[in-house]
Structure formats: structure tokens, C-alpha cells
């Protein structure tokens, strides 16, 4: 699927406007306090020419043949661009935490850490994470590592996700 660039992109939204657009695949999640598991993805980012993209996701547990299980987790917020190649991403959980994250992006790469995380009494503990996106064979794979619950920064969530 081609795709274009949007005639009022904010220049400073340059090195991330290769993740503008709807992505749906598949992904693998993992944690010690956890069992493995399958997921299926939905990824949307969008932009009205100010300097950010809102990002919205939600996924869905998935069995070994690919059928839904259970939705599961959903984040939403924004990928703020002050200048260009530097950013900054604001989200909130529906499993009540919240992250402030800063990082870099270019050459179809977009990497950030958290700077920190704020949670309700009911949530678990999170603590950080490191958010690795790019941009493969026209596909978005990323991989997300985390820490919680007691556990040290590591694997957590990888995926790949087509162009929808």
C-alpha cells in the first residue's frame, strides 16, 4: 500500500511520519510474573499539522490458530515533536498507569525511555520501559521492555504490524 505524506505535516514530524496511518498484525508477550502469550493488534496514528501525532492502541489475546480470546490492554496519547529527530510521548493505560517518555527518531527508527510513570493504587507497579519502533520491509515491528512488579528492565511485548 503506498503511502503519502499529508500536505500540512509539521516539519518538525518529519522523522516519524512513516508511522502515520492504521497497522493490525500479531505480536508475543512474556514476563516472569506471567505465562507467554499470542496477541493480535490494532495501531493508529494520526495528525492535523501540529507538531504531534496522536497514537492510539488496542490489542486482543489471541489462541495458537489466531482467534480472540479476550481484549486486553489499550494505550492512548501523543507523540509530541519539539524539533525535528527529538520526541517526547505522553500515554495513559486502561490499567491505570501513565508514562512520560522521551527519545529519538530517524532513518525509519523511533526509540524512547520512560523519564517516569505514575499509577492508581489499583494498578501494578510499573516502574519503566524502553520502547524500541521501526520501520522493516514497510512493516512496523517494535519491541517493548518493561519493568515491574519487582523485575528488572527486560522483554515484554514484540510485534510485527502491516499497513492497513
Given at each position: 500500500?503506498?503511502?503519502?505524506?499529508?500536505?500540512?505535516?509539521?516539519?518538525?514530524?518529519?522523522?516519524?511520519?512513516?508511522?502515520?496511518?492504521?497497522?493490525?498484525?500479531?505480536?508475543?508477550?512474556?514476563?516472569?510474573?506471567?505465562?507467554?502469550f499470542q496477541?493480535?493488534q490494532?495501531?493508529?496514528?494520526q495528525?492535523?499539522?501540529?507538531?504531534?501525532?496522536?497514537?492510539?492502541?488496542?490489542s486482543?489475546?489471541i489462541?495458537?490458530?489466531?482467534?480472540?480470546?479476550?481484549?486486553?490492554?489499550?494505550?492512548?496519547?501523543?507523540?509530541?515533536?519539539?524539533e525535528?529527530?527529538?520526541?517526547?510521548?505522553?500515554?495513559?493505560?486502561?490499567?491505570?498507569?501513565?508514562?512520560?517518555?522521551?527519545?529519538?527518531?530517524a532513518?525509519?527508527?523511533?526509540?524512547?525511555?520512560?523519564?517516569?510513570?505514575?499509577?492508581?493504587?489499583?494498578?501494578?507497579?510499573?516502574?519503566?520501559?524502553?520502547r524500541?519502533?521501526?520501520?522493516?520491509?514497510?512493516?512496523?515491528?517494535?519491541?517493548?521492555?518493561?519493568?515491574?512488579?519487582?523485575?528488572?528492565?527486560?522483554?515484554?511485548?514484540?510485534?510485527?504490524?502491516?499497513?492497513?
Amino acid at each position: 500500500m503506498a503511502f503519502e505524506l499529508p500536505p500540512n505535516l509539521h516539519p518538525n514530524c518529519g522523522p516519524v511520519a512513516w508511522l502515520l496511518g492504521s497497522w493490525i498484525g500479531n505480536g508475543h508477550g512474556d514476563y516472569p510474573t506471567i505465562e507467554p502469550f499470542q496477541y493480535g493488534q490494532e495501531v493508529v496514528f494520526q495528525q492535523d499539522g501540529r507538531p504531534f501525532l496522536h497514537y492510539f492502541a488496542r490489542s486482543w489475546v489471541i489462541d495458537e490458530h489466531g482467534e480472540k480470546v479476550r481484549d486486553a490492554a489499550q494505550e492512548t496519547g501523543f507523540l509530541r515533536c519539539p524539533e525535528p529527530g527529538k520526541v517526547e510521548l505522553v500515554l495513559a493505560h486502561n490499567i491505570g498507569f501513565s508514562e512520560i517518555w522521551y527519545g529519538e527518531a530517524a532513518d525509519g527508527k523511533l526509540e524512547l525511555r520512560t523519564a517516569g510513570v505514575g499509577y492508581t493504587e489499583t494498578a501494578k507497579e510499573v516502574t519503566a520501559g524502553h520502547r524500541l519502533y521501526g520501520n522493516v520491509e514497510g512493516d512496523l515491528l517494535y519491541a517493548y521492555d518493561m519493568a515491574a512488579v519487582g523485575q528488572e528492565l527486560q522483554p515484554h511485548l514484540w510485534a510485527r504490524l502491516k499497513r492497513a
